[in-house]
């Protein structure tokens, strides 16, 4: 189960929970939840562009928070939805770093079935914890 969405979380907001083995597994699963708390369809994007994405926190949880309201500034600043990720996350310095690229394309309501607007990604409940199985995250994003 890559993510899942959390029903009784969150009332007036969309909560979901994402699981990977590796971190870059775990960002992907998160953004992608985040596309499809938009779109109902992630195989719609079309790979036309590809964005690079680079960031750095001090800890792992602040690094997928800003990592998954970077994309919603992108979707809100370019109109730009992203269905693929190729990430690389490492830590030096005493900090966490993430550079890869994003594929996707234009908001095109046309061919995106558009579901609801995602304005932030919540700190209330939010969590980034190392399992026995890799990774897991619990993300509430006000709509």
């Keep these: 189960m890559p993510y899942r969405f959390l029903e009784d979380v969150a009332i007036a907001d969309v909560a979901f929970e994402a699981e990977g ?13 985040v596309t499809n708390t938009m779109v109902q369809d992630l195989s719609r994007i079309e790979h036309k562009v590809a964005k690079r994405i680079k960031g750095a926190a001090e800890n792992i ?6 990592f998954l309201q970077d994309l919603i500034f992108y979707k809100d600043a370019d109109l730009l939805l992203f269905s693929d990720f ?6 030096r310095e005493g ?10 394309e234009e908001i095109s309501p ?4 558009l579901l609801v607007d995602v304005k932030a990604v919540s700190l209330h409940k939010y969590q980034v ?15």
């Design 21 to 33: 083995r590796v971190l870059p597994e775990l960002f992907k699963e998160a953004a992608l939840a």
């Design 61 to 66: 949880e602040m690094l997928l928070f800003h």
């Design 86 to 91: 190729q990430l690389t996350i490492v830590q």
């Design 95 to 104: 900090e966490w770093h993430l550079h890869g690229t994003a594929y996707g």
């Design 110 to 113: 046309d061919r995106h079935q």
């Design 129 to 143: 914890q190392k399992t026995a199985k890799g990774w897991r995250a619990v993300v509430i994003l006000d709509v």
